[in-house]
């Protein structure tokens, strides 16, 4: 369960840089930052960013192991990881169906 939580922080950090380099011409800071930049660039809502964030710490938590990882938080973080990032998931979409459709005008 670690290794799929940090995958998918990591795919979407990597998903985000990607477009915050090609629409805003900037890299992002650091995994944080990649998702504020994805706001800026207009793919995701202010609100998930926010509601995202924090599954970064827990990646860089396992990933750096800067403390024991406390299994129940992990459990506890499945749940909330697949709500955000479903809700990730649907705003990139849109959004790059948006650019699509706007493109082809």
Do not use: W
């Not at 998702?35 to 995701?44: D, M, Q, R, V």
């Not at 990882?69 to 909330?80: E, N, R, T």
């Amino acid at each position: 369960m670690e290794r799929l939580l940090c995958r998918m922080v990591d795919l979407a950090v990597e998903t985000n840089t990607h477009l915050s380099g090609a629409l805003l011409n900037r890299a992002p800071s650091d995994y944080r930052n990649s998702f504020e930049l994805a706001h800026e660039a207009g793919a995701l809502t202010k609100e998930l960013v926010e509601r995202i964030k924090p599954s970064v710490g827990l990646r860089n938590t396992i990933v750096h192991e800067y403390i024991k990882v406390d299994y129940s938080i992990v459990a506890a973080a499945v749940p909330l990881a697949l709500e955000t990032y479903s809700e990730y998931q649907r705003q990139l979409a849109r959004f790059v169906l948006d650019q699509a459709k706007a493109s082809a005008r």
